[in-house]
């Protein structure tokens, strides 16, 4: 409870706010210059938002070498660890936890109605929140933009890329939605995470093959897909 006071009470400031998700979105190491510049604020500012993010744990930071000579640059990153605001604590995370491993006790019929399960969802998401109905015949390009609007809404953060030429799309997760739950089971729910995208694919495409390329939890920055589509 204690914890839950401090995050919110740093967060409540709307450009310390900002700050973090704009961390998030980038999903890489930055600066108190950068900040500055971006939020248009002076450095010293910028250095305290950033300062109070790490008091809370929320980013942390390290020296580094510039190789320009001079003091090292300080550099920040989100922290490892995963905030929970919740008024009063419920932990869903533990409930997930049990969930998922009442799935894998079940075996291979556990697994399949696991991943039927994330399709499912993926697809609901889709259908609330797309703003146009299919019908319609909207553009590849409107149908990329309800994919990250959905996929922002969900914390995932998605950078998006379409090959007219092979008609594919390129996407970039930077942050997982479900890392709560993926420390112990990492392959189980990026698979039931894989489903899920594919449902929301398939609300706006047909027949779609999703390759994943790159997996957070396997060491790379972010989580990277394509999705072809066979007919569009």
């Known amino acids: 409870m204690e914890q839950t006071l401090k995050v919110t009470n740093v967060l409540s400031d709307p450009t310390r706010y900002n700050i973090y998700q704009y961390i998030i979105q980038e999903h890489r190491e930055v600066n108190v210059i950068e900040i500055a510049k971006q939020f248009e604020i002076h450095p010293n500012v910028a250095r305290l938002h950033l300062s109070k993010l ?84 909207l553009t590849i390009e409107q149908k990329i933009h309800i994919l990250e609007d959905a996929g922002t809404m969900l914390g995932m953060y998605p950078k998006f890329e379409y090959n007219p030429e092979n008609k594919s799309i390129k996407f970039k997760i930077n942050n997982c939605p479900f890392k709560e739950i993926a420390t112990n089971n990492h392959t189980m729910v990026c698979n039931m995470h894989n489903a899920f995208l594919k449902g929301m694919f ?31």
């Open 54 to 137: 790490e008091d809370i744990k929320m980013v942390v930071s390290y020296s580094k070498k510039t190789g320009k000579g001079g003091r090292p640059s300080r550099i920040y990153r989100l922290s490892n660890e995963v905030i929970e605001l919740n008024f009063p604590h419920r932990d869903y995370k533990l409930l997930s936890t049990i969930a998922l491993e009442s799935f894998v006790e079940l075996g291979e019929p556990g697994k399949i109605a696991l991943y039927n399960t994330g399709k499912k969802y993926g697809m609901k998401v889709m259908e609330h929140y797309q703003a146009i109905p299919v019908s319609q015949d």
């Open 202 to 232: 398939e609300v706006l495409f047909t027949n779609v093959d999703l390759i994943e390329e790159e997996n957070m939890f396997q060491g790379c920055e972010s989580c990277i897909y394509v999705a072809k589509l066979s007919v569009v």
